[in-house]
Protein backbone atom coordinates (compact mmCIF):
# COMPACT_ATOMS: atom_id res chain seq x y z
CA UNK A 1 0.00 0.00 0.00
CA UNK A 2 2.81 2.45 0.75
CA UNK A 3 4.03 2.02 -2.66
CA UNK A 4 1.14 2.42 -4.17
CA UNK A 5 0.51 6.03 -2.13
CA UNK A 6 4.07 6.72 -2.71
CA UNK A 7 3.64 6.09 -6.56
CA UNK A 8 1.02 8.54 -6.80
CA UNK A 9 2.72 11.32 -4.45
CA UNK A 10 5.40 11.36 -6.93
CA UNK A 11 3.44 11.31 -10.05
CA UNK A 12 1.60 14.44 -8.40
CA UNK A 13 4.82 16.17 -7.91
CA UNK A 14 6.03 15.58 -11.38
CA UNK A 15 2.89 16.66 -12.69
CA UNK A 16 3.17 20.13 -10.65
CA UNK A 17 6.53 20.56 -11.90
CA UNK A 18 5.74 19.93 -15.86
CA UNK A 19 3.23 22.04 -15.26
CA UNK A 20 5.52 25.22 -15.45
CA UNK A 21 7.36 23.60 -18.60
CA UNK A 22 7.00 24.77 -21.85
CA UNK A 23 4.56 23.04 -24.15
CA UNK A 24 6.53 21.02 -26.61
CA UNK A 25 4.23 21.47 -29.29
CA UNK A 26 5.77 24.84 -29.25
CA UNK A 27 9.40 23.87 -28.14
CA UNK A 28 9.76 21.66 -30.85
CA UNK A 29 8.91 24.07 -33.44
CA UNK A 30 11.48 26.66 -32.53
CA UNK A 31 15.16 26.89 -32.52
CA UNK A 32 17.43 26.51 -29.12
CA UNK A 33 21.67 27.00 -28.52
CA UNK A 34 23.63 25.51 -28.53
CA UNK A 35 23.59 24.27 -31.88
CA UNK A 36 25.37 21.39 -33.65
CA UNK A 37 29.04 22.50 -35.17
CA UNK A 38 27.93 20.52 -38.28
CA UNK A 39 26.56 22.69 -41.84
CA UNK A 40 23.38 22.04 -40.39
CA UNK A 41 23.21 23.66 -37.60
CA UNK A 42 20.99 21.57 -35.80
CA UNK A 43 18.89 22.83 -32.71
CA UNK A 44 19.05 21.14 -29.27
CA UNK A 45 15.85 19.49 -28.81
CA UNK A 46 15.79 17.76 -25.87
CA UNK A 47 14.06 19.35 -22.75
CA UNK A 48 15.09 20.45 -19.45
CA UNK A 49 15.91 17.31 -17.42
CA UNK A 50 13.48 19.02 -14.78
CA UNK A 51 10.87 19.42 -17.85
CA UNK A 52 11.55 15.54 -19.17
CA UNK A 53 8.64 13.17 -18.64
CA UNK A 54 10.55 10.23 -17.46
CA UNK A 55 14.63 9.92 -16.56
CA UNK A 56 16.21 7.22 -17.45
CA UNK A 57 19.50 6.77 -16.78
CA UNK A 58 19.92 3.94 -19.33
CA UNK A 59 18.60 5.78 -22.54
CA UNK A 60 20.90 8.84 -21.23
CA UNK A 61 23.68 6.94 -20.87
CA UNK A 62 23.19 5.60 -24.59
CA UNK A 63 23.15 8.90 -25.49
CA UNK A 64 26.30 10.04 -23.91
CA UNK A 65 27.98 7.30 -25.19
CA UNK A 66 27.14 7.32 -29.19
CA UNK A 67 29.15 11.08 -28.96
CA UNK A 68 32.34 8.64 -29.15
CA UNK A 69 30.48 6.44 -31.75
CA UNK A 70 29.28 9.00 -34.05
CA UNK A 71 31.73 10.90 -35.54
CA UNK A 72 28.99 13.52 -38.06
CA UNK A 73 28.14 16.65 -35.51
CA UNK A 74 24.77 16.78 -37.38
CA UNK A 75 24.09 13.02 -37.56
CA UNK A 76 25.23 13.13 -33.73
CA UNK A 77 22.65 15.69 -32.69
CA UNK A 78 19.46 14.24 -34.68
CA UNK A 79 20.34 11.26 -32.63
CA UNK A 80 20.87 13.33 -29.47
CA UNK A 81 17.60 14.69 -29.92
CA UNK A 82 15.42 11.73 -31.62
CA UNK A 83 16.62 8.39 -29.38
CA UNK A 84 15.24 9.87 -25.98
CA UNK A 85 11.97 12.03 -27.18
CA UNK A 86 9.39 9.02 -26.25
CA UNK A 87 10.60 9.48 -22.52
CA UNK A 88 11.63 13.24 -22.56
CA UNK A 89 8.18 14.38 -23.92
CA UNK A 90 5.67 11.45 -24.33
CA UNK A 91 5.01 9.40 -20.75
CA UNK A 92 2.48 11.47 -19.88
CA UNK A 93 1.18 9.12 -16.89
CA UNK A 94 2.98 6.71 -15.23
CA UNK A 95 2.03 5.20 -12.01
CA UNK A 96 0.41 2.46 -10.07
CA UNK A 97 -3.39 1.56 -10.04
CA UNK A 98 -4.95 2.15 -6.12
CA UNK A 99 -7.51 -0.16 -6.86
CA UNK A 100 -5.65 -3.44 -8.80
CA UNK A 101 -1.88 -2.82 -8.41
CA UNK A 102 -1.38 -2.46 -12.02
CA UNK A 103 1.79 -0.56 -13.56
CA UNK A 104 0.27 1.77 -15.87
CA UNK A 105 1.90 3.76 -18.78
CA UNK A 106 0.04 6.20 -20.97
CA UNK A 107 2.26 7.03 -23.96
CA UNK A 108 0.53 9.70 -25.94
CA UNK A 109 2.35 9.59 -30.38
CA UNK A 110 3.16 13.54 -29.44
CA UNK A 111 1.47 16.22 -30.62
CA UNK A 112 -2.06 14.28 -30.24
CA UNK A 113 -2.43 13.64 -26.36
CA UNK A 114 -4.01 10.16 -26.91
CA UNK A 115 -2.41 6.74 -26.63
CA UNK A 116 -2.70 4.74 -29.91
CA UNK A 117 -1.79 1.05 -29.26
CA UNK A 118 0.10 1.43 -32.71
CA UNK A 119 2.32 4.13 -31.71
CA UNK A 120 2.64 2.87 -28.41
CA UNK A 121 4.07 -0.15 -29.22
CA UNK A 122 6.35 1.01 -31.31
CA UNK A 123 7.63 3.69 -29.30
CA UNK A 124 8.80 0.64 -27.11
CA UNK A 125 10.31 -1.01 -29.19
CA UNK A 126 12.71 1.66 -29.85
CA UNK A 127 14.52 0.97 -26.13
CA UNK A 128 14.20 -2.83 -26.71
CA UNK A 129 17.86 -3.15 -26.53
CA UNK A 130 18.44 -1.78 -23.45
CA UNK A 131 15.20 -3.96 -21.81
CA UNK A 132 15.98 -6.24 -19.42
CA UNK A 133 13.72 -8.11 -16.49
CA UNK A 134 14.29 -5.26 -13.54
CA UNK A 135 11.01 -4.62 -10.38
CA UNK A 136 11.96 -0.81 -10.07
CA UNK A 137 9.23 1.39 -11.07
CA UNK A 138 12.07 3.64 -12.69
CA UNK A 139 12.86 1.26 -14.91
CA UNK A 140 12.50 0.18 -18.85
CA UNK A 141 10.88 -2.66 -17.79
CA UNK A 142 8.29 -1.04 -15.86
CA UNK A 143 7.25 1.25 -18.77
CA UNK A 144 6.76 -1.50 -20.81
CA UNK A 145 4.74 -3.38 -18.18
CA UNK A 146 2.52 -0.08 -17.74
CA UNK A 147 2.32 -0.12 -21.63
CA UNK A 148 1.18 -3.79 -21.96
CA UNK A 149 -1.33 -3.36 -18.79
CA UNK A 150 -2.52 -0.19 -20.51
CA UNK A 151 -2.89 -1.72 -23.80
CA UNK A 152 -4.70 -4.64 -22.04
CA UNK A 153 -7.06 -2.33 -20.46
CA UNK A 154 -8.15 -0.25 -24.03
CA UNK A 155 -8.99 -3.40 -25.89
CA UNK A 156 -10.95 -4.79 -23.29
CA UNK A 157 -12.90 -1.90 -23.52
CA UNK A 158 -13.12 -2.15 -27.07
CA UNK A 159 -11.20 -4.33 -29.25
CA UNK A 160 -12.07 -2.67 -32.86
CA UNK A 161 -10.82 1.02 -31.45
CA UNK A 162 -7.39 2.02 -32.36
CA UNK A 163 -6.05 5.03 -29.76
CA UNK A 164 -7.75 5.82 -26.61
CA UNK A 165 -7.92 8.14 -23.73
CA UNK A 166 -6.07 8.66 -20.25
CA UNK A 167 -6.92 5.75 -17.60
CA UNK A 168 -9.14 7.14 -14.73
CA UNK A 169 -6.22 6.87 -12.85
CA UNK A 170 -4.31 9.76 -14.27
CA UNK A 171 -6.28 12.10 -13.36
CA UNK A 172 -5.89 13.72 -16.84
CA UNK A 173 -9.30 14.99 -18.80
CA UNK A 174 -10.13 13.14 -22.45
CA UNK A 175 -8.94 15.01 -24.81
CA UNK A 176 -11.12 16.39 -27.48
CA UNK A 177 -11.11 14.57 -30.66
CA UNK A 178 -13.17 16.70 -33.27
CA UNK A 179 -12.91 14.97 -36.30
CA UNK A 180 -14.57 11.74 -34.68
CA UNK A 181 -17.12 13.66 -32.70
CA UNK A 182 -19.63 12.80 -35.79
CA UNK A 183 -18.55 9.23 -36.33
CA UNK A 184 -21.20 6.45 -36.95
CA UNK A 185 -19.56 3.05 -35.89
CA UNK A 186 -20.55 0.18 -35.14
CA UNK A 187 -20.18 -1.17 -32.11
CA UNK A 188 -20.61 2.18 -30.73
CA UNK A 189 -18.18 3.47 -28.20
CA UNK A 190 -17.38 6.15 -25.46
CA UNK A 191 -15.60 9.33 -26.14
CA UNK A 192 -14.52 9.39 -22.44
CA UNK A 193 -12.43 6.05 -22.71
CA UNK A 194 -11.55 6.16 -26.52
CA UNK A 195 -10.03 8.83 -28.94
CA UNK A 196 -10.71 7.20 -32.47
CA UNK A 197 -12.11 3.98 -33.25
CA UNK A 198 -11.08 3.41 -36.98
CA UNK A 199 -10.64 -0.69 -36.94
CA UNK A 200 -6.92 -1.58 -37.81
CA UNK A 201 -5.40 -5.10 -37.48
CA UNK A 202 -2.03 -3.97 -37.21
CA UNK A 203 -3.21 -2.40 -33.79
CA UNK A 204 -3.97 -5.69 -32.52
CA UNK A 205 -0.50 -7.01 -33.80
CA UNK A 206 1.02 -4.47 -31.93
CA UNK A 207 -0.50 -5.44 -28.75
CA UNK A 208 0.87 -8.96 -29.50
CA UNK A 209 4.05 -7.38 -30.30
CA UNK A 210 5.43 -4.76 -27.38
CA UNK A 211 4.16 -8.55 -25.28
CA UNK A 212 6.15 -10.58 -27.01
CA UNK A 213 9.23 -8.34 -27.34
CA UNK A 214 8.82 -7.84 -23.46
CA UNK A 215 8.75 -11.42 -22.24
CA UNK A 216 11.66 -12.34 -25.12
CA UNK A 217 14.02 -9.85 -23.21
CA UNK A 218 12.78 -10.48 -19.59
CA UNK A 219 11.29 -13.78 -19.38
CA UNK A 220 8.70 -12.69 -17.30
CA UNK A 221 5.88 -15.03 -17.62
CA UNK A 222 5.00 -14.22 -13.95
CA UNK A 223 3.70 -10.80 -15.39
CA UNK A 224 1.51 -12.19 -17.88
CA UNK A 225 0.06 -14.57 -15.64
CA UNK A 226 -1.51 -11.27 -13.76
CA UNK A 227 -4.35 -8.67 -14.58
CA UNK A 228 -5.90 -9.01 -17.78
CA UNK A 229 -3.32 -10.06 -20.21
CA UNK A 230 -4.98 -13.22 -21.17
CA UNK A 231 -8.41 -11.40 -21.16
CA UNK A 232 -7.08 -9.16 -23.51
CA UNK A 233 -5.62 -11.64 -25.77
CA UNK A 234 -9.17 -13.74 -25.97
CA UNK A 235 -10.41 -10.29 -27.25
CA UNK A 236 -8.16 -9.99 -30.04
CA UNK A 237 -8.96 -13.57 -31.35
CA UNK A 238 -12.50 -13.19 -31.39
CA UNK A 239 -12.02 -9.65 -33.52
CA UNK A 240 -9.70 -11.91 -35.94
CA UNK A 241 -12.50 -14.57 -36.33
CA UNK A 242 -15.52 -12.51 -36.77
CA UNK A 243 -13.28 -10.14 -39.45
CA UNK A 244 -13.17 -12.93 -41.86
CA UNK A 245 -16.70 -11.93 -42.00
CA UNK A 246 -17.07 -12.37 -45.96
CA UNK A 247 -19.00 -9.69 -47.76
CA UNK A 248 -21.51 -12.21 -49.13
CA UNK A 249 -23.25 -15.39 -47.31
CA UNK A 250 -22.94 -18.43 -50.18
CA UNK A 251 -26.71 -17.99 -50.77
CA UNK A 252 -25.62 -14.19 -51.70
CA UNK A 253 -27.76 -11.69 -49.47
CA UNK A 254 -25.26 -9.73 -47.32
CA UNK A 255 -23.84 -10.15 -44.16
CA UNK A 256 -24.23 -8.68 -41.09
CA UNK A 257 -20.51 -6.96 -40.61
CA UNK A 258 -18.88 -7.12 -36.92
CA UNK A 259 -17.45 -3.29 -37.86
CA UNK A 260 -18.83 -0.07 -39.62
CA UNK A 261 -17.55 2.91 -39.67
CA UNK A 262 -18.66 6.41 -41.41
CA UNK A 263 -17.60 9.80 -40.99
CA UNK A 264 -19.09 13.14 -42.64
CA UNK A 265 -15.69 14.30 -44.36
CA UNK A 266 -14.26 15.57 -47.97
CA UNK A 267 -11.50 12.77 -47.45
CA UNK A 268 -12.39 9.49 -48.88
CA UNK A 269 -9.23 8.07 -46.76
CA UNK A 270 -11.45 8.91 -43.63
CA UNK A 271 -14.32 6.80 -44.44
CA UNK A 272 -14.99 3.25 -46.05
CA UNK A 273 -16.96 2.58 -48.56
CA UNK A 274 -20.48 1.09 -48.96
CA UNK A 275 -21.70 2.89 -45.72
CA UNK A 276 -19.44 1.61 -43.93
CA UNK A 277 -19.00 -1.65 -44.68
CA UNK A 278 -15.93 -1.39 -47.14
CA UNK A 279 -15.37 -2.61 -50.35
CA UNK A 280 -16.33 -6.32 -50.80
CA UNK A 281 -14.14 -9.23 -49.92
CA UNK A 282 -14.49 -13.13 -50.83
CA UNK A 283 -15.00 -15.81 -48.86
CA UNK A 284 -12.28 -18.73 -47.25
CA UNK A 285 -9.39 -16.87 -48.15
CA UNK A 286 -8.25 -17.34 -44.47
CA UNK A 287 -7.32 -13.37 -44.40
CA UNK A 288 -8.17 -11.15 -41.75
CA UNK A 289 -9.86 -7.89 -42.98
CA UNK A 290 -8.11 -4.67 -41.84
CA UNK A 291 -10.90 -1.42 -42.33
CA UNK A 292 -7.90 1.15 -42.06
CA UNK A 293 -4.24 0.78 -42.60
CA UNK A 294 -1.43 2.09 -40.20
CA UNK A 295 -1.32 5.63 -41.69
CA UNK A 296 -5.12 5.58 -39.96
CA UNK A 297 -6.61 5.63 -43.77
CA UNK A 298 -8.96 3.47 -45.31
CA UNK A 299 -8.49 0.34 -46.92
CA UNK A 300 -9.46 -0.07 -50.80
CA UNK A 301 -9.15 -3.65 -50.54
CA UNK A 302 -9.58 -4.75 -46.95
CA UNK A 303 -6.91 -7.90 -47.03
CA UNK A 304 -4.38 -5.49 -46.04
CA UNK A 305 -0.65 -7.92 -46.86
CA UNK A 306 1.02 -5.96 -44.10
CA UNK A 307 -1.23 -6.29 -41.57
CA UNK A 308 -2.07 -9.52 -41.99
CA UNK A 309 1.92 -10.72 -42.16
CA UNK A 310 2.62 -8.70 -38.96
CA UNK A 311 -0.50 -10.54 -37.18
CA UNK A 312 0.83 -13.96 -38.03
CA UNK A 313 4.35 -13.03 -36.87
CA UNK A 314 3.01 -11.98 -33.07
CA UNK A 315 0.36 -13.98 -33.08
CA UNK A 316 2.97 -17.04 -33.46
CA UNK A 317 5.76 -15.59 -31.02
CA UNK A 318 2.41 -14.39 -28.46
CA UNK A 319 1.34 -18.41 -28.64
CA UNK A 320 4.45 -19.05 -26.71
CA UNK A 321 3.93 -16.79 -23.96
CA UNK A 322 0.34 -18.51 -23.85
CA UNK A 323 1.81 -22.06 -23.90
CA UNK A 324 3.78 -21.19 -20.47
CA UNK A 325 0.83 -19.49 -18.67
CA UNK A 326 -0.94 -22.80 -17.63
CA UNK A 327 -4.29 -24.14 -18.26
CA UNK A 328 -4.50 -22.15 -21.86
CA UNK A 329 -2.91 -24.84 -23.85
CA UNK A 330 -5.72 -25.08 -26.11
CA UNK A 331 -5.37 -21.20 -26.62
CA UNK A 332 -2.09 -21.23 -27.54
CA UNK A 333 -2.96 -24.09 -30.09
CA UNK A 334 -5.23 -21.79 -32.13
CA UNK A 335 -3.73 -18.95 -31.69
CA UNK A 336 -0.47 -21.51 -33.37
CA UNK A 337 -2.65 -22.76 -36.18
CA UNK A 338 -4.12 -19.75 -37.38
CA UNK A 339 -0.97 -17.88 -37.33
CA UNK A 340 0.24 -20.50 -39.62
CA UNK A 341 -3.17 -20.59 -41.49
CA UNK A 342 -2.51 -16.91 -42.25
CA UNK A 343 0.77 -17.56 -43.52
CA UNK A 344 -0.77 -19.77 -46.11
CA UNK A 345 -3.47 -17.35 -47.30
CA UNK A 346 -0.94 -14.51 -47.75
CA UNK A 347 1.40 -16.97 -49.91
CA UNK A 348 -2.40 -18.01 -51.79
CA UNK A 349 -3.40 -14.02 -52.13
CA UNK A 350 -0.92 -11.98 -51.76
CA UNK A 351 1.63 -12.86 -54.14
CA UNK A 352 0.90 -11.71 -57.66
CA UNK A 353 3.15 -11.80 -60.54
CA UNK A 354 4.25 -9.04 -62.90
CA UNK A 355 5.99 -8.19 -65.76
CA UNK A 356 8.65 -5.82 -64.62
CA UNK A 357 9.64 -7.55 -61.10
CA UNK A 358 8.59 -11.10 -61.11
CA UNK A 359 6.79 -12.43 -57.93
CA UNK A 360 5.92 -9.90 -55.74
CA UNK A 361 3.46 -9.27 -52.78
CA UNK A 362 0.28 -7.03 -53.34
CA UNK A 363 -0.82 -4.28 -50.65
CA UNK A 364 -3.69 -4.76 -50.71
CA UNK A 365 -6.43 -7.89 -51.95
CA UNK A 366 -9.43 -8.59 -51.68
CA UNK A 367 -10.06 -12.33 -53.07
CA UNK A 368 -11.27 -11.76 -56.03
CA UNK A 369 -8.51 -10.91 -58.06
CA UNK A 370 -8.12 -7.31 -57.35
CA UNK A 371 -4.65 -5.80 -56.33
CA UNK A 372 -3.32 -2.72 -55.01
CA UNK A 373 0.31 -2.56 -55.82
CA UNK A 374 1.87 -0.13 -53.78
CA UNK A 375 3.07 0.56 -50.53
CA UNK A 376 2.68 3.16 -47.65
CA UNK A 377 5.24 4.42 -45.32
CA UNK A 378 3.76 3.52 -42.16
CA UNK A 379 4.48 0.14 -40.13
CA UNK A 380 3.24 -2.75 -40.93
CA UNK A 381 4.53 -1.83 -44.44
CA UNK A 382 5.64 -4.54 -47.33
CA UNK A 383 9.35 -2.68 -47.25
CA UNK A 384 9.52 -3.25 -43.22
CA UNK A 385 8.42 -7.18 -43.67
CA UNK A 386 11.62 -8.59 -42.64
CA UNK A 387 12.11 -5.67 -40.41
CA UNK A 388 8.95 -7.07 -38.03
CA UNK A 389 10.14 -10.32 -38.84
CA UNK A 390 7.59 -11.88 -41.10
CA UNK A 391 10.40 -12.99 -43.50
CA UNK A 392 14.21 -12.88 -44.01
CA UNK A 393 15.96 -10.04 -45.91
CA UNK A 394 17.21 -11.82 -48.86
CA UNK A 395 13.61 -13.41 -49.80
CA UNK A 396 13.29 -13.79 -53.33
CA UNK A 397 9.52 -12.27 -53.79
CA UNK A 398 10.35 -9.95 -51.12
CA UNK A 399 13.80 -8.51 -52.96
CA UNK A 400 11.54 -8.33 -56.39
CA UNK A 401 9.12 -6.44 -53.96
CA UNK A 402 11.65 -3.70 -52.72
CA UNK A 403 12.85 -3.21 -55.95
CA UNK A 404 9.27 -2.29 -57.24
CA UNK A 405 8.23 -0.22 -53.98
CA UNK A 406 11.42 1.77 -54.09
CA UNK A 407 10.87 2.86 -57.91
CA UNK A 408 8.63 5.38 -59.54
CA UNK A 409 6.51 2.13 -60.48
CA UNK A 410 5.18 2.51 -56.81
CA UNK A 411 2.36 5.27 -57.09
CA UNK A 412 3.86 7.10 -53.69
CA UNK A 413 7.74 6.55 -54.02
CA UNK A 414 8.50 10.46 -53.73
CA UNK A 415 11.00 11.72 -55.46
CA UNK A 416 13.00 14.91 -55.47
CA UNK A 417 16.36 16.46 -54.55
CA UNK A 418 15.05 16.97 -50.83
CA UNK A 419 14.05 13.19 -50.17
CA UNK A 420 13.63 10.38 -51.98
CA UNK A 421 11.30 7.99 -49.78
CA UNK A 422 8.31 6.31 -49.85
CA UNK A 423 5.10 8.32 -48.42
CA UNK A 424 1.31 7.32 -48.31
CA UNK A 425 -2.33 8.97 -48.69
CA UNK A 426 -2.52 10.42 -45.27
CA UNK A 427 -0.47 13.64 -46.24
CA UNK A 428 -1.10 12.96 -50.29
CA UNK A 429 1.29 13.28 -53.37
CA UNK A 430 4.69 14.85 -52.79
CA UNK A 431 5.70 14.14 -48.96
CA UNK A 432 7.77 11.67 -48.64
CA UNK A 433 8.44 9.86 -45.16
CA UNK A 434 11.11 10.12 -42.99
CA UNK A 435 10.12 7.02 -41.18
CA UNK A 436 10.27 4.68 -44.69
CA UNK A 437 13.43 6.04 -45.33
CA UNK A 438 14.65 4.49 -42.12
CA UNK A 439 13.02 1.34 -42.76
CA UNK A 440 14.83 1.44 -46.21
CA UNK A 441 18.34 1.64 -44.25
CA UNK A 442 17.10 -1.03 -41.62
CA UNK A 443 16.32 -3.40 -44.35
CA UNK A 444 19.52 -2.83 -46.74
CA UNK A 445 23.07 -4.36 -46.52
CA UNK A 446 23.91 -2.01 -49.06
CA UNK A 447 26.60 0.89 -48.02
CA UNK A 448 25.91 2.88 -50.82
CA UNK A 449 22.31 3.10 -50.63
CA UNK A 450 22.18 3.08 -46.49
CA UNK A 451 24.99 6.31 -46.62
CA UNK A 452 22.99 8.21 -49.36
CA UNK A 453 19.64 7.27 -47.37
CA UNK A 454 20.86 8.70 -43.89
CA UNK A 455 22.39 12.00 -45.78
CA UNK A 456 18.91 12.81 -46.95
CA UNK A 457 17.74 12.50 -43.52
CA UNK A 458 20.22 14.33 -41.84
CA UNK A 459 19.94 17.07 -44.22
CA UNK A 460 16.19 17.08 -44.34
CA UNK A 461 15.23 18.62 -40.77
CA UNK A 462 14.48 22.12 -41.43
CA UNK A 463 17.56 22.94 -38.97
CA UNK A 464 15.00 21.67 -35.93
CA UNK A 465 16.96 18.35 -35.41
CA UNK A 466 13.83 16.54 -35.06
CA UNK A 467 12.31 13.37 -37.81
CA UNK A 468 9.41 14.65 -38.68
CA UNK A 469 6.06 13.00 -40.38
CA UNK A 470 6.32 13.92 -44.15
CA UNK A 471 8.71 15.98 -46.20
CA UNK A 472 7.95 18.22 -49.49
CA UNK A 473 10.43 15.86 -51.71
CA UNK A 474 11.04 19.70 -52.91
CA UNK A 475 10.61 21.98 -49.75
CA UNK A 476 12.62 20.64 -46.85
CA UNK A 477 10.69 23.42 -45.27
CA UNK A 478 7.22 22.38 -45.70
CA UNK A 479 6.69 19.44 -43.54
CA UNK A 480 3.88 17.77 -41.19
CA UNK A 481 3.98 17.10 -37.39
CA UNK A 482 6.68 18.70 -35.64
CA UNK A 483 6.33 16.26 -32.57
CA UNK A 484 5.85 12.61 -33.63
CA UNK A 485 8.00 10.38 -30.88
CA UNK A 486 7.56 7.27 -33.02
CA UNK A 487 9.49 8.14 -36.00
CA UNK A 488 12.38 9.67 -33.90
CA UNK A 489 12.28 6.64 -31.80
CA UNK A 490 13.24 4.41 -34.55
CA UNK A 491 15.86 6.96 -36.18
CA UNK A 492 17.46 5.85 -32.79
CA UNK A 493 16.71 2.53 -33.23
CA UNK A 494 18.13 2.22 -36.77
CA UNK A 495 21.18 4.35 -35.53
CA UNK A 496 22.01 1.61 -32.84
CA UNK A 497 21.52 -1.46 -35.16
CA UNK A 498 23.98 0.50 -37.36
CA UNK A 499 26.66 0.20 -34.75
CA UNK A 500 25.81 -3.62 -34.13
CA UNK A 501 26.01 -4.41 -38.24
CA UNK A 502 27.68 -1.55 -40.05
CA UNK A 503 29.55 0.66 -37.56
CA UNK A 504 32.05 2.26 -40.50
CA UNK A 505 28.70 4.40 -41.34
CA UNK A 506 28.77 6.41 -38.39
CA UNK A 507 32.03 7.05 -38.97
CA UNK A 508 31.49 8.66 -42.01
CA UNK A 509 31.11 12.77 -42.63
CA UNK A 510 26.92 13.51 -43.75
CA UNK A 511 28.08 17.05 -44.45
CA UNK A 512 27.19 18.62 -47.95
CA UNK A 513 29.63 19.01 -50.31
CA UNK A 514 32.55 17.75 -48.44
CA UNK A 515 32.12 20.88 -46.17
CA UNK A 516 34.22 20.90 -42.63
CA UNK A 517 33.41 20.88 -39.11
CA UNK A 518 33.26 24.62 -37.66
Not at 258 to 266: A, G
Not at 268 to 273: D, H, N, Q, R
Not at 409 to 424: K, L
Amino acid sequence: MYLLASSAIIFSFTRLALAACPDYSDYSQEYHAPFSSGAYNLSDQRPAPACRTFNSSDINNVVARFESVITDPDLYRLFQNSYPNTVDTAVKYKGVSNTTGEELTFLITGDINAMWLRDSANQMQSYLPLLNASSSLDSIASLYRGVINLQARYILIDPYCNSFQPPAESGLSPAVNGAASDDDVVPPYSNQSVFECKYELDSLAAFLEVSSNYYNATNDIGFFRKYQWVSAVKAVMGVAEAMMTPTYAANGSVNNSPYTFTRETTRASETLENDGLGNPVQGGTGLIRAAFRPSDDATIYQFLIPSNMMFSRYLSSAALIMSQIGNETELASNMTNLAASLRNAISAYGIVNTTNYGSIYAYEVDGYGSQNLMDDANIPSLLAAPFFGYLDQDDSTYQNTRRKLLSADNPYFMRGPVINAIGGAHDGPGYGWPMASIVRILTSNDEAEITSTLKEIVSSTDGLGLIHESINTFNQSDWTRQWFSWANGLFGQMILDLEDRMPQVLKQSYQPNNSTYS
